[in-house]
C-alpha cells in the first residue's frame, strides 16, 4: 500500500445497533473500490472485518476491525465497530482515533436503542457525523420515517441529502436534494440523470427548504440572501455544507443497499468531500518535560508521537498495536518513547491492517492509523514519541465493568495457563478486569455485560485451551457484635512429658471502627499471664477474626481485652496461649450478639424518563432504598440514585436491559456495611454451616 499524506487521509468509525449493516457496507465499499471481487457475507463468514472465529460463529461484531480504502487518491480508514453494548469497550477505542463517525442504521428496523447510544458516544467525543440508511432494498423499509424520528429527536441538523425513488417495490434510484435532481442506477452501476417522481415533491421542497435553513445560518450575508429571497448556488451550499458538517451542525443522511451495492459510491465520494481529514482536526498533549502543552495537531513537520488506541493480542500472531500518529512521519525501525513506562522500544516494522491482514509500509504520516508489532511494554491507551520531546495524550475514558462472576477452573493443572490468558484478555480489552478476591477465596472476572462475559469464556476456550466455569459470586459478608461478653476460656492437654496450658479471661465488645478487625488491650495485673505471652493471644485473634463463628466470614469492629488468667512454668507456651485465644474469641463472639454485616452500594440507574417507575418498583423488590431523581444533562433520561445491598445486584445487568428495552445503564460503588434482616442472617447462617464445621476442624 502506498503511503498517503495527512490531507489524504479521512478516519472514520462505523458506528450503530448489532445487525444495522456496518460490517456488510465494509464489503459493499471494499467491492466499489476495486479491492475485493466479491462481497463476502456475514451468513457465510468471509467478510473482511468479522475474520475472528468466534464472530464467524456467531455472527455478529465482536471486535473493532480496521479496513482503509482507497477512493480516489484519499485513503478512508474505516473502523468497523461491534453494535451490541456489551462490546462498547471496542467501539470507544476505534472512536477516540476517528475523526469522523457514520451511524448505520437499518431501514427496516429503524432507530434502535444502538443508534442513540451511536449519537451520544459521538456528542461525548465531539465527532462530526453522517447517517447511512442500509436496506434500502427491502420493500417497507421507510427511510421517510427515519429521517422525520431523527430530526424530532435531534431538531434541525439532521439533513437527508437523498429520497428514495421506488418502482415496483424495488429501490432504483435516488433524488438528491441538494441538485434537485432525480438519479437511476443502470445495470453497470453508474447512475442516468431522471426525472423527480410526482411522490418525492413534497418530501424535496421540505428537505431542501430545512437544508437552506441550515446553509443560511452560516453567515450573516447567506442570512440577508436567504430573507431576501435569493438562491444559492450549488458551490456555496456545498461549501456552507463543508463547513458545517465538519463542525458538527449539520448531519447529513444518506441511504443504499449493501446487497445491491447502491448508494455507497456517493456514500464515499461524500466522506471525502464534506468529512475532516486529519489535517482539519486538533490534537493537544503536555510535554512531560516542560509540563506546557503540546499542539500536536497532526503536523508532520513536528517531532514524533502517537496514541495507542486498541492491543490485539493473538497466541498465533501475536501482539499488535494500534496506533494513530498525532505528530511527525514514523519510519521503519524508528525508536519511541513510552513515558509511561519510562522505556525505549525500537518500533520495527511498520503495518497497515485489513481486517487480520497485515501489509508493510516505509514509512506512516501524522493523521493516518498503523500497527506496530510486539511492543512488549507498551499497552492501551500509552502514549509514544521520542525521548528528547516525551509527550503525554489523555487516556481515553473507557466504560467501567461492574456485571461480574465467579469463575474456577474446570480440569485441575489448568490454573497457571488460565491466568496467563485472562492476563492478555484483559491486555487486549480494557473493559474486562480479572480480580483475586482473596478475603473470600473466590477468582472473579468482570465485564460490561452478561454476553460480554460469556464471549470471554469461549475465547478462553478458542484460541487458549482452557476451560473455566462461572457461578454466581460469593458476596462479601462480615462478622460483627453489637454487645459485651465476659468470657474465660483454659486450654488444658496432657499427653505424657511436657503438657500445654493455657488459660485467659477476656472481654469482648463493639471497638466502633468497622475498617479494622479488631482492636488488642490488656490489663492483666499482678503477672496472672506473663507479658511474653501477650503477643501469642493476639495472634490467636488475629487468626480467628479471618472466619467467625457465626457464619465463617472475616470480623470486624471487635474490641477484645485481656484482664486475667493463669499460666504453668512448665507447660505453658505460645501455641496454648494461641489456642485459648481462639477459644476465648468463639465463645465470647457468640454471647455478645453477633450479627452479619453486607455490603450496600450505592446505585445510579440512568434511563428513558419512561421506565422510572419500573425500575423504582424493581429496586423495591431487591430491598433497595431509592434516594432521589435527577434529569440528565442529555435530557429525556432521568438518574435514579438508591441503595441497594451488593448481594441483590446480581443478574442486574439482564434485569435492566429487559426493563428498558436496552436503554438503562447502570454503575455503583461501595457506600458501607450494614446489618442484614434477621430472615437473610438465618439463612446465610443455615447455608454457610458445613464451611464454619471446616474452619472448626482446622
Not at 7 to 18: A, E, P, Q, T, Y
Not at 164 to 178: A, S
Not at 486 to 494: A, I, L, N, R
Request: charged share 25%; aromatic share 10%; proline share 4%.
Amino acid at each position: 500500500m502506498k503511503v498517503f499524506t495527512t490531507d489524504k487521509i479521512r478516519n472514520v468509525v462505523l458506528l450503530g445497533h448489532s445487525g444495522a449493516g456496518k460490517t456488510s457496507l465494509i464489503e459493499s465499499m471494499a467491492f466499489l473500490a476495486g479491492q475485493i471481487s466479491k462481497p463476502g457475507t456475514i451468513e457465510a463468514g468471509n467478510t473482511i472485518s468479522d475474520y475472528d472465529k468466534l464472530e464467524q460463529k456467531n455472527k455478529f461484531s465482536i471486535y473493532t476491525s480496521l479496513v482503509p480504502i482507497i477512493w480516489g487518491d484519499t485513503k478512508i480508514n474505516f473502523l468497523d465497530t461491534p453494535g451490541y453494548f456489551d462490546f462498547v469497550g471496542e467501539a470507544e477505542e476505534a472512536v477516540s482515533a476517528a475523526d469522523a463517525a457514520i451511524i448505520v442504521i437499518s431501514g427496516k428496523s429503524g432507530i434502535e436503542v444502538g443508534t442513540k447510544r451511536a449519537w451520544e458516544m459521538c456528542d461525548k467525543f465531539n465527532l462530526p457525523r453522517m447517517v447511512f440508511v442500509t436496506d434500502m432494498d427491502i420493500d417497507d423499509a421507510s427511510y421517510r420515517e427515519i429521517v422525520e424520528e431523527l430530526q424530532s429527536l435531534y431538531g434541525k441538523k439532521i439533513a437527508p441529502f437523498h429520497l428514495p425513488i421506488r418502482e415496483n417495490g424495488e429501490f432504483v434510484g435516488y433524488v438528491n436534494v441538494i441538485q434537485q435532481m432525480g438519479k437511476r442506477w443502470k445495470a453497470d452501476g453508474t447512475v442516468e440523470h431522471s426525472d423527480v417522481p410526482d411522490y418525492n415533491q413534497e418530501y424535496l421542497e421540505k428537505y431542501r427548504e430545512a437544508l437552506m435553513e441550515s446553509v443560511a445560518e452560516t453567515s450573516e450575508e447567506f442570512m440577508d440572501r436567504y430573507f431576501g429571497g435569493e438562491e444559492f448556488s450549488e458551490d456555496e451550499i456545498r461549501q456552507a455544507l463543508r463547513v458545517n458538517v465538519a463542525s458538527g451542525d449539520i448531519v447529513p443522511v444518506m441511504m443504499g443497499s449493501n446487497l445491491t451495492n447502491r448508494g455507497q459510491y456517493t456514500m464515499l465520494t461524500d466522506v471525502v468531500k464534506y468529512l475532516p481529514s486529519p489535517a482539519d482536526c486538533v490534537i493537544t498533549g503536555i510535554n512531560a518535560n516542560t509540563n506546557e502543552v503540546y499542539e500536536a495537531n497532526y503536523d508532520f513537520s513536528k517531532p514524533k508521537s502517537a496514541y495507542v488506541f486498541k492491543t490485539i493480542v493473538d497466541p498465533f500472531v501475536g501482539k499488535y498495536s494500534l496506533i494513530k500518529v498525532n505528530s511527525g512521519v514514523l519510519k521503519t525501525d524508528d525508536l519511541l518513547y513510552n513515558k509511561h513506562k519510562e522505556s525505549e522500544e525500537k518500533i520495527g516494522k511498520l503495518y497497515i491492517l485489513t481486517g487480520s491482514k497485515p501489509e508493510e509500509v516505509p514509512e506512516v504520516h501524522a493523521g493516518d492509523i498503523c500497527a506496530l508489532s510486539k511492543l512488549q511494554k507498551v499497552a492501551t491507551t500509552d502514549s509514544l514519541s521520542t525521548k528528547a520531546n516525551p509527550i503525554l495524550y489523555i487516556r481515553t475514558p473507557l466504560s467501567v465493568p461492574y456485571t461480574y462472576k465467579r469463575y474456577k477452573a474446570k480440569n485441575k493443572g489448568d490454573e497457571d495457563k488460565i491466568a496467563q490468558a485472562m492476563a492478555k484478555l484483559c491486555a487486549e480489552d480494557l473493559t474486562i478486569k480479572a480480580v483475586n478476591d482473596g478475603e473470600n477465596s473466590q477468582s472473579l472476572i468482570y465485564g460490561i455485560g452478561d454476553r460480554h462475559i460469556d464471549m470471554l469464556v469461549q475465547k478462553l476456550n478458542e484460541k487458549y485451551k482452557v476451560d473455566i466455569e462461572l457461578s454466581q459470586p460469593k458476596i462479601a459478608f462480615k462478622e460483627t457484635i453489637r454487645g459485651k461478653a465476659d468470657v474465660e476460656y483454659k486450654y488444658k492437654k496432657q499427653t505424657g512429658g511436657h503438657g500445654q496450658y493455657g488459660h485467659v479471661k477476656m472481654t469482648f465488645e463493639p471497638s466502633g471502627n468497622m475498617e479494622e478487625h479488631y482492636n488488642f488491650t490488656e490489663s492483666v495485673v499482678g503477672g496472672a499471664v506473663p507479658k511474653n505471652y501477650f503477643p501469642a493471644v493476639e495472634k490467636g485473634l488475629q487468626e480467628a477474626v479471618l472466619a467467625g463463628p457465626l457464619a465463617a466470614y472475616p470480623v470486624v469492629g471487635i474490641h477484645a481485652n485481656l484482664y486475667d488468667g493463669s499460666y504453668h512454668p512448665v507447660d505453658s507456651s505460645e501455641m496454648a496461649f494461641k489456642v485459648a485465644a481462639k477459644g476465648a474469641f468463639k465463645d465470647g463472639i457468640m454471647k455478645a450478639n453477633p450479627i452479619l454485616l453486607e455490603p450496600i452500594e450505592t446505585l445510579k440507574v440512568v434511563v428513558p424518563d419512561t421506565y422510572t417507575g419500573d425500575v423504582m418498583g424493581d429496586l423495591n423488590k431487591r430491598r433497595g432504598r431509592v434516594l432521589g431523581m435527577n434529569p440528565t444533562e442529555t435530557g429525556g433520561k432521568t438518574e435514579v440514585l438508591a441503595e441497594v445491598p451488593m448481594a441483590e445486584l446480581y443478574g442486574y445487568d439482564t434485569q435492566l436491559r429487559s426493563m428498558t428495552g436496552g436503554y438503562g445503564t447502570f454503575s455503583y460503588e461501595l457506600a458501607r456495611y450494614e446489618q442484614v434482616p434477621s430472615d437473610v442472617q438465618a439463612k446465610e447462617v443455615e447455608r454457610r454451616a458445613n464451611k464454619l464445621k471446616d474452619v472448626e476442624e482446622e
